[in-house]
């Protein structure tokens, strides 16, 4: 079965930048929409960002717009989460999801995901 793995987190300074990997363990990860979500603890999963199979449509929370790049490599089975200006409350696990329909998908209605990376800015 397909697997899905982080990577990239780890504690940074407000104003860095960072790139975040989801990188999928099976090739059918790039016949997939891909999105990422942060949680915070007590709070309901935050949407970021997601990019569909074929790179022709990405998206991007409000909260974040501007400071966020998502793409991918299917040469190396990966999806980046490319993020800058990071701020303090943007400390969070962060993880990626993935599944046949993006918008499902970015419902919280995804197939796979991965246990996610710590990510935390200090002020």
């Known amino acids: 079965q397909l697997q899905l793995a982080e990577s990239g987190g780890g504690l940074m300074h407000a104003g860095e930048s960072r790139r975040l990997s989801c990188t999928g363990s099976?090739?059918?990860?790039?016949?997939?929409?891909v999105a990422w979500f942060r949680r915070i603890p007590g709070r309901e999963d935050d949407f970021v960002a997601a990019?569909?199979?074929?790179?022709?449509?990405?998206f991007y929370a409000d909260s974040m717009a501007g400071r966020l790049t998502i793409s991918r490599d299917g040469a190396k089975n990966t999806v980046y989460l490319d993020m800058n200006a990071l701020k303090p409350e943007d400390t969070a696990v962060y993880f990626c999801?993935?599944?046949?329909?993006?918008?499902?998908?970015?419902?919280?209605?995804?197939?796979?995901w991965g246990q996610g990376t710590q990510v935390t800015v200090s002020s």
């Open positions: 999801a993935a599944g046949y329909d993006q918008f499902r998908v970015m419902r919280g209605e995804y197939d796979y």
């Open positions: 099976e090739g059918t990860f790039n016949d997939l929409a």
């Open positions: 990019i569909t199979w074929t790179e022709s449509d990405r």
